[in-house]
């Protein structure tokens, strides 16, 4: 069966307190929409930072539901990138290429989040379909479908300091990358291979990609920035930048210090960015 997934949607930053995580992310040079509160039934509220044609969302737990209880559990073990969002124009269709796969797929859910206009307040309006958490380790998936995409994509917002214009690579570390890496390929309907240095490389359309790297090549790549948080886990997320002077400068502007590996990336070290590793690299060509 053909996959329906079309590439990633956005990743989500799970964080404690939503508007001190904002701040933190406008001193590395983002900008961010208003803060938004979801449907009551979910519980949740974010920020955005909008990109091209992907974006980050910073969510907070603003009142314990049944439906943000997954959200609750993987906060006890830190913030960090704890979910990726699948894009799709069809979660039905997920739904069916997910159980064909015997993931055992939620049922399809709705919700929306007001959203402040011009010319008054309009509601932004998704589905989703969530993968239950073992089905793949180290990170929650679930496909986003949009019914609005102007109230989401806005342009005003999709100007960084830090020239940000996309994601690139999200990093999972594993005990065993190649077993972690299975599932994700199955989904993506995509081979994975293998590189020199035994990392693998699963392809999640629009040049952007997992990558899956044992603990060992964490600790010679990150040298102490990325937090561990057990045998399978996010460890970066790289974003791609029109300019790696750009981003530094934004960063040193808010403040936070920076890392610029031999290979001209910049590098914001977990602590310094709610748990997770962000590597700003050269946007390609």
């Keep these: 069966m053909a996959s329906p997934i079309t590439g990633i949607d956005h990743v989500v930053i799970l964080v404690r307190d939503l508007d001190a995580a904002a701040e933190r992310y406008r001193k590395l040079g983002f900008t961010l929409t208003p803060r938004g509160t979801h449907s009551p039934h979910m519980g949740t509220g974010n920020y955005c930072i909008m990109f091209r044609t992907d974006y980050v969302e910073l969510l907070g737990v603003i009142a314990p539901t049944e439906h943000n209880a997954p959200w609750r559990d993987r906060l006890q073990?830190?913030?960090?990138?704890?979910?990726?969002?699948?894009?799709?124009?069809?979660?039905?269709?997920?739904?069916?290429?997910?159980?064909?796969?015997?993931?055992?797929?939620?049922?399809?859910?709705?919700?929306?989040?007001?959203?402040?206009?011009?010319?008054?307040?309009?509601?932004?309006?998704?589905?989703?379909?969530?993968?239950?958490?073992?089905?793949?380790?180290?990170?929650?998936?679930?496909?986003?479908?949009?019914?609005?995409?102007?109230?989401?994509?806005?342009?005003?917002?999709?100007?960084?300091?830090?020239?940000?214009?996309?994601?690139?690579?999200?990093?999972?570390?594993?005990?065993?990358?190649?077993?972690?890496?299975?599932?994700?390929?199955?989904?993506?309907?995509?081979?994975?291979?293998?590189?020199?240095?035994?990392?693998?490389?699963?392809?999640?359309?629009?040049g952007r990609s997992f990558r899956f790297i044992s603990h060992d090549r964490v600790k010679v790549l990150y040298r102490g920035a990325a937090a561990p948080q057990g045998e399978v886990y996010v460890a970066a997320v790289e974003m791609w930048t029109q300019a790696t002077g750009r981003a530094a400068a934004a960063i040193a502007r808010g403040g936070l210090p920076h890392d610029r590996p031999e290979d001209g990336r910049v590098r914001v070290r977990a602590p310094n960015a709610c748990g997770v590793v962000i590597d700003f690299v050269a946007a390609p060509r």
């Design 77 to 206: 073990a830190g913030e960090g990138l704890k979910s990726a969002a699948l894009a799709s124009e069809d979660a039905a269709a997920c739904q069916a290429h997910f159980a064909a796969l015997k993931l055992s797929p939620s049922a399809p859910l709705e919700f929306g989040r007001p959203v402040a206009m011009a010319d008054g307040s309009r509601d932004a309006k998704f589905r989703i379909v969530r993968l239950p958490d073992d089905a793949v380790p180290g990170l929650g998936l679930f496909v986003c479908q949009h019914f609005t995409r102007d109230l989401v994509w806005i342009p005003d917002y999709q100007h960084h300091a830090n020239a940000v214009i996309g994601l690139g690579a999200i990093v999972v570390a594993s005990i065993n990358p190649a077993t972690t890496a299975a599932p994700y390929a199955r989904i993506f309907g995509a081979d994975s291979r293998m590189d020199e240095w035994g990392d693998i490389h699963v392809a999640a359309g629009q």
